[in-house]
């Protein structure tokens, strides 16, 4: 219960923001879809960028096969941060705990999650993780749904800023701490404004414009400053 406990006090700045953010997608996305069916998305997806694009895809009359690819590229790198986060988990922790915990992964849970310091993570501390930022994303969606026509365009583009401020406050204090975690932000802002601004480079799928800063990044810190346990704390599953 310990750990359940510390799991959902971390990650109460994360469901606040997700409320907020998930609000606007929920406006947003009855323009062409229905509260429900928004709701759903948001309960079964808990990605931002992800369900942003697929959804501007329904309403743009995508393809199928369109609308999975780009879903897709731009959720891959969930993969790359489950991947990552299973080295702390506890090794007692079962095969069908840590797929419930690769759905639950968020850029943010993760960054809480990887900057637990000299132990292994319990599955009650994830799932005490989970949880608040998993009802706020999909409480915020079905608020902003119901209540749509209550607020103006600018409201709304001003709640999406909620999810970067919330991102860079969970960051900061680990960046200021290491070099390679520093090193790795700015080895990932460098790479995202080439591809953002750079002629031609910025004309890839936004997929990759994600992908590609995430696994260099990655990669830059893995090779140059590799994370060892210097003591490993195991905490009851």
Do not use: H
């Amino acid at each position: 219960m310990k750990d359940f406990a510390l799991g959902i006090k971390k990650s109460i700045p994360v469901g606040i923001a997700y409320l907020a953010v998930s609000f606007a997608f929920g406006v947003m996305a009855v323009s062409g879809i229905t509260p429900l069916m928004a709701t759903i998305i948001s309960l079964t997806n808990l990605t931002s960028s992800g369900q942003f694009a697929g959804v501007r895809l329904i309403f743009e009359a995508a393809s199928y096969i369109e609308i999975a690819i780009t879903v897709f590229l731009i959720n891959l790198r969930y993969s790359l941060m489950s991947i990552s986060l299973s080295q702390k988990l506890d090794e007692t922790i079962p095969s069908w705990k840590k797929m419930i915990f690769g759905f639950g992964i968020t850029d943010e849970l993760y960054a809480i999650a990887i900057s637990e310091e000299k132990r292994r993570l319990s599955s009650a501390y994830m799932f005490g993780l989970m949880i608040l930022p998993i009802v706020g994303w999909t409480l915020g969606t079905l608020l902003g749904s119901i209540s749509s026509t209550l607020f103006s365009d600018r409201i709304v583009e001003a709640l999406n800023l909620a999810l970067y401020a919330m991102f860079i406050a969970i960051i900061v204090p680990d960046a200021k701490r290491s070099i390679g975690v520093f090193i790795v932000i700015i080895v990932s802002i460098a790479l995202s404004c080439v591809f953002e601004y750079v002629p031609y480079v910025s004309n890839i799928n936004p997929g990759l414009k994600i992908i590609i800063p995430t696994i260099t990044a990655t990669l830059v810190g893995a090779i140059f400053f590799p994370k060892k346990f210097e003591e490993e704390e195991t905490c009851d599953v």
